[in-house]
């Protein structure tokens, strides 16, 4: 946790803000420093009155490889449990198995996730490259998607003996069938594959992603903010009547379900044998 920033902010115009994970060198992936960074740069993105449009993009050829399972178990609990601006309500992230890891990942991800889904302000997220599992979280709670052509979206975790993703928005992002064959096959889509599904508001050319991202916030920003607050929170509402809320929180449960098995058949929440990538990943050490 003593690692140098990960997230750089950014007001390239008065009105726009824009957070950049930065931590190309690892493929920006995740952790639990990464994600209060972001929230503390989206806070002083939200409290500042002349922001009226937040961006969040990412540095390097891949926008997010997930969240980084080269940290223990331990290391990840003990990393929430010192976040001194924890979003949610729940406790008891280092107790162990089920009881400590529901909680961590319940603050870590699905709090901090509802939370920047509920942003007043508009939000456009900007990606390039590569947006695997956990990754899918950052665009999806934003209110826009522009991509790049070289953004591929996947969410391989039925392969590590989980359900999918923290945030289980597949069927509203996909469509309820799609949203299937993107967890039973573990496949990588295209860009303009996410664009026919509707998940995507415009594919550009890679070198086009921050200028066409950038413009896109300067025409919205250029409209009047209680408007563009209430305009998102009519459209957000509008979900969470239809059960959006209570459909990711009872996928999240199921999630955990796995990650219950997981720990009782080995150790820890994810089935290394079915994915070679996990075979040298640290495992719980408790
Ligand atoms: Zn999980």
Not at 136 to 155: E, G, H, N, T, Y
Not at 175 to 198: C, I, M, N, Q, Y
Not at 228 to 244: F, P, R, W, Y
Not at 257 to 282: E, I, K, Y
């Amino acid at each position: 946790m003593s690692e140098a920033s990960m997230v750089r902010y950014e007001k390239p115009t008065e009105n726009i803000a824009r957070v950049v994970m930065a931590r190309a060198d690892k493929h920006n992936a995740i952790n639990p420093q990464m994600i209060f960074e972001i929230n503390d740069a989206f806070n002083k993105a939200l409290y500042d009155d002349q922001v009226k449009v937040i961006i969040l993009a990412a540095d390097g050829r891949n926008f997010s490889a997930g969240h980084d399972i080269t940290e223990t178990v331990e290391q990840y609990q003990a990393a929430i449990q010192a976040q001194p601006n924890k979003v949610g309500t729940w406790s008891g992230f280092q107790e162990s198995e089920t009881h400590g890891w529901y909680a961590a990942e319940k603050e870590g991800y699905l709090e901090t996730a509802r939370r920047w889904r509920n942003l007043s302000k508009p939000t456009i997220c900007a990606v390039q490259g590569k947006c695997i599992a956990g990754a899918l979280i950052f665009p999806w709670v934003c209110d826009l998607i522009i991509a790049a052509r070289s953004a591929q979206f996947s969410d391989p975790v039925v392969d590590f003996g989980v359900s999918g993703v923290e945030w289980l928005a597949h069927p509203w992002e996909l469509g309820h069938r799609k949203a299937k064959e993107f967890l039973f096959t573990a496949d990588s889509w295209s860009a303009d594959e996410a664009w026919r599904l509707g998940m995507v508001n415009h594919v550009v050319d890679n070198e086009e992603l921050e200028n066409f991202t950038l413009e896109m916030a300067k025409k919205i920003a250029k409209k009047p903010a209680f408007a563009l607050k209430l305009a998102k929170e009519a459209v957000n509402k509008t979900q969470d009547i239809q059960g959006q809320a209570n459909a990711i929180d009872a996928a999240f449960s199921l999630h955990h379900l796995c990650h219950t098995q997981n720990f009782r058949q080995f150790g820890w929440g994810m089935d290394p044998t079915n994915t070679p990538s996990l075979a040298n990943v640290p495992k719980k050490t408790k």
